[in-house]
């Protein structure tokens, strides 16, 4: 069974919605694609415009700058994220289980059946938000830009994960903490062991199942440490 969502994003993200017309669902696909391959720096809406075979003009209607994109597609990815874990963690009675499915959809190492937004290759955006999501935060006017809320698909997710490691112990003083630096593991474990693989364990085999193992121990390890009566905490789940 297929569940067909419609992911609800900041307006001012866009200058015009891309979704409700073929040129800017085409600027989206396009759009993540290109900067995907040859990264937000090299990437102009004028080489996108030459691809889609329009006016560059034309897709300043819909987006104010590159960076603007970059946005609109990353703030897609986190919503489609969180939405996936609320799904498929709610029902479930086990903390340890609930980390376990977290961890295996921010690693799409979950089978899904959740679509909705624009139609686009989940790997090549996987790809997008692995080597380029940092770039959307990590700029001189991020104060700003969250001002306007740019941010909160991310910290929803960051959120929605600390809740999670909350209900493991609830006692922990650094479940937001955790939460972000886990989520951002999984994109720089992945780029390292692929792109810089001293800087990791699993540079030699390349399997991201270890890279799962690892953020596992690492969360469970963290959540466990210093608790008073593991064996308590352990029957409470």
């Given at each position: 069974?297929?569940?067909?969502?419609?992911?609800?994003?900041?307006?001012?993200?866009?200058?015009?919605?891309?979704?409700?017309?073929?040129?800017?669902?085409?600027?989206?696909?396009?759009?993540?694609?290109?900067?995907?391959?040859?990264?937000?720096?090299?990437?102009?809406?004028?080489?996108?415009?030459?691809?889609?075979?329009?006016?560059?003009?034309?897709?300043?209607?819909?987006?104010?700058?590159?960076?603007?994109?970059?946005?609109?597609?990353?703030?897609?990815?986190?919503?489609?994220?969180?939405?996936?874990?609320?799904?498929?963690?709610?029902?479930?009675?086990?903390?340890?289980?609930?980390?376990?499915?977290?961890?295996?959809?921010?690693?799409?190492?979950?089978?899904?059946?959740?679509?909705?937004?624009?139609?686009?290759d989940?790997?090549?955006?996987?790809?997008?938000?692995?080597?380029?999501?940092?770039?959307?935060?990590?700029?001189?006017?991020?104060?700003?830009?969250?001002?306007?809320l740019?941010?909160?698909?991310?910290?929803?997710?960051?959120?929605?994960?600390?809740?999670?490691?909350?209900?493991?112990?609830?006692e922990?003083?650094?479940c937001?903490?955790?939460?972000?630096?886990?989520?951002?593991?999984?994109?720089?474990?992945?780029?390292?062991?692929?792109?810089?693989?001293?800087?990791t364990?699993?540079?030699?085999?390349?399997?991201?199942?270890?890279?799962?193992?690892?953020?596992?121990?690492?969360?469970?390890?963290?959540?466990?440490?210093?608790?008073?009566?593991?064996?308590?905490?352990?029957?409470?789940?």
């Amino acid at each position: 069974m297929s569940w067909q969502i419609q992911i609800q994003l900041n307006e001012k993200l866009y200058l015009r919605d891309p979704s409700v017309s073929d040129l800017g669902r085409r600027i989206i696909q396009q759009g993540a694609v290109m900067i995907e391959k040859i990264g937000l720096e090299e990437f102009t809406f004028k080489k996108l415009a030459s691809e889609l075979n329009t006016n560059e003009s034309s897709i300043y209607r819909y987006f104010e700058n590159k960076h603007r994109l970059l946005l609109y597609l990353v703030n897609w990815y986190w919503r489609w994220m969180e939405y996936q874990i609320m799904v498929q963690t709610s029902s479930l009675d086990h903390v340890e289980q609930k980390i376990e499915i977290t961890l295996r959809i921010l690693l799409h190492q979950q089978n899904t059946d959740l679509f909705g937004g624009p139609t686009l290759d989940r790997n090549v955006l996987r790809s997008l938000i692995i080597k380029e999501s940092a770039k959307s935060y990590l700029t001189n006017h991020v104060t700003e830009d969250n001002q306007q809320l740019l941010f909160k698909p991310y910290k929803d997710l960051c959120a929605r994960m600390a809740g999670i490691f909350s209900q493991l112990n609830n006692e922990y003083r650094y479940c937001r903490s955790l939460a972000s630096t886990v989520l951002e593991m999984t994109h720089q474990q992945h780029f390292f062991m692929h792109h810089l693989p001293s800087l990791t364990d699993f540079g030699k085999e390349k399997d991201e199942t270890e890279i799962f193992h690892f953020l596992q121990s690492l969360i469970l390890g963290t959540l466990y440490h210093n608790m008073a009566d593991n064996g308590i905490l352990r029957q409470q789940k």
